[in-house]
């Protein structure tokens, strides 16, 4: 079965400070990986992904994540927060043993970024 | 800009009393969806429609249900909300089924069951 686990319920990062949001997977074949934020009381807004190629993935905002096969893990990265980017952050991986349809995500990172 | 716009931002209702959550697109996506999430836990997938193919999860409970009269449009219906159906109802899209397309999700609906 795929999954994904986000080890980390939150995260504490003074601002200017580089940060990590943590995401492992377990998956039958070719993973592929997104991540998602969701700001308080909206819906989630896509960050980056995974398919293949390289693996450092530029995504939003100033966003990146490595992939890393070796490790299963697709942390998310960013070299200098802001207080904005507080928020609730979500690994997720498409369920390839549904077709694809299904998006299964991680329980999520509540990363406070303090001033 | 708004792409997936969910109506109401807020839904009040009584325990047992339908209720209709609605998500309209202006992308001509394929698949639309329907989540549910509780106190910013992971969104839980309810079903899909896949153009005008239905597919409903295997653990959604019976009390939900869905219509998809177009493309734009799509309505989950709750016949007989309980307590525990409480959560925010998110609406996503996808251009079609291909397993790297990302979702775009509307707001939500703050659904409470009084």
């Known amino acids: 079965a795929q999954s994904v686990a986000q080890p980390e319920d939150q995260v504490n990062v003074a601002e200017g400070n580089p940060l990590t949001v943590k995401c492992t997977y377990s998956v039958s074949g070719n993973p592929y990986l997104f991540w998602y934020v969701q700001y308080p009381n909206r819906g989630l807004q896509f960050l980056l992904k995974y398919i293949t190629g390289d693996n450092l993935v530029k995504g939003s905002y100033g966003f990146e994540a490595e992939f890393n096969k070796s490790q299963t893990s697709f942390h998310l990265k960013k070299p200098s927060a802001l207080v904005s980017d507080s928020a609730l952050y979500f690994c997720a991986v498409r369920d390839l043993n549904t077709g694809g349809f299904k998006t299964i995500f991680g329980a999520g990172t509540r990363l406070f970024v303090k001033a | 800009d708004a792409m997936v716009i969910q109506n109401p931002r807020y839904q009040v209702t009584q325990f047992g009393k339908p209720v209709t959550l609605s998500c309209s697109q202006t992308l001509n996506h394929n698949v639309m969806y329907w989540y549910q999430q509780k106190s910013s836990q992971a969104p839980k997938l309810l079903f899909h429609y896949y153009d005008k193919d239905f597919n409903n999860e295997a653990d959604t409970p019976d009390n939900f249900q869905s219509r998809r009269p177009n493309t734009s449009f799509c309505f989950l219906d709750i016949r007989s909300p309980g307590l525990g159906d409480a959560a925010m109802y998110l609406c996503?899209?996808?251009?079609?089924?291909?397993?790297?397309?990302?979702?775009?999700f509307g707001s939500g609906t703050q659904l409470s069951v009084l």
């Open positions: 996503a899209t996808s251009r079609d089924a291909a397993s790297n397309e990302k979702l775009f």
